[in-house]
Each structure stands twice: as structure tokens, then as C-alpha cells.
């Protein structure tokens, strides 16, 4: 079963930048989209960005043109670079299969946008 791991979350100023990276235990991992989502308490897991297996990327509208998602399938490897980031950035970020979320949730990383 295909573990993911998140990591590169922090605190980080407003305005600041910060790149995270989702290893997956399986190379089976490049041959479907991927996801990144997001978390807040009491609200629901929602899509941020997506890339496809072939490499078309979309973007939730709140992140577009701040955030960037790429994709290593040598390295069964998923990143987000934010940029500019706001304190409604702020919540638990996760990356899974997109569209379908396939895969069992890891234990994400927190991004805090905080002065």
C-alpha cells in the first residue's frame, strides 16, 4: 500500500514563501494525478492544487498564480512552492491521489502565516 509523507511546513511572515515536498513509498504513484489539499479546524479538507499524470495543473482560485505544483515521478516525489503567502494560508497541508483520493491520508504538515 502506497505511504505518503509530508514535509516542508513552518511558520513563515506574510509575504513569505515555503516549499513543500510528499514522498511516496511507490513508484505506482506516477502513473495517476496528484493533490495537494488543505485543513483548517472545523472546516472541511479542501483541494488546493492538482497535477495530472501527464502534467496539466489546476489550482483552487484563493492560491492561483501564488502557488505552483510539480511533480519528480523518478523520485515519487509531489511539491508545492507558495509564494506570497497570506494568513489564511494557514491549516494542515496533505497530498493524496486527485481526483480520486486513493490513497490513505498522512499525517501532513502544519503552514503557519503569522507576523
Known amino acids: 500500500q502506497v505511504q505518503l509523507v509530508e514535509s516542508g511546513g513552518g511558520l513563515v511572515q506574510p509575504g513569505g514563501s515555503l516549499r513543500l515536498s510528499c514522498a511516496a513509498s511507490?513508484?505506482?504513484?506516477?502513473?495517476?494525478?496528484m493533490g495537494w489539499y488543505r485543513q483548517t479546524p472545523g472546516k472541511q479538507r479542501e483541494l488546493v492544487a492538482s497535477?495530472?499524470?501527464?502534467?496539466?495543473?489546476d489550482y483552487a482560485d484563493s492560491v492561483r498564480g501564488r502557488f505552483t505544483i510539480s511533480r519528480d515521478n523518478a523520485k515519487n516525489a509531489v511539491f508545492l512552492q507558495m509564494n506570497t503567502l497570506k494568513p489564511d494560508d494557514t491549516a494542515v497541508y496533505y497530498c493524496?491521489?486527485?481526483?480520486?483520493?486513493?490513497?490513505?491520508w498522512g499525517q501532513g504538515t502544519q503552514v503557519t502565516v503569522s507576523s
Open positions: 497535477i495530472s499524470s501527464g502534467g496539466y495543473k
Open positions: 493524496n491521489g486527485f481526483p480520486v483520493r486513493r490513497y490513505p
Open positions: 511507490s513508484s505506482i504513484f506516477s502513473n495517476y494525478g
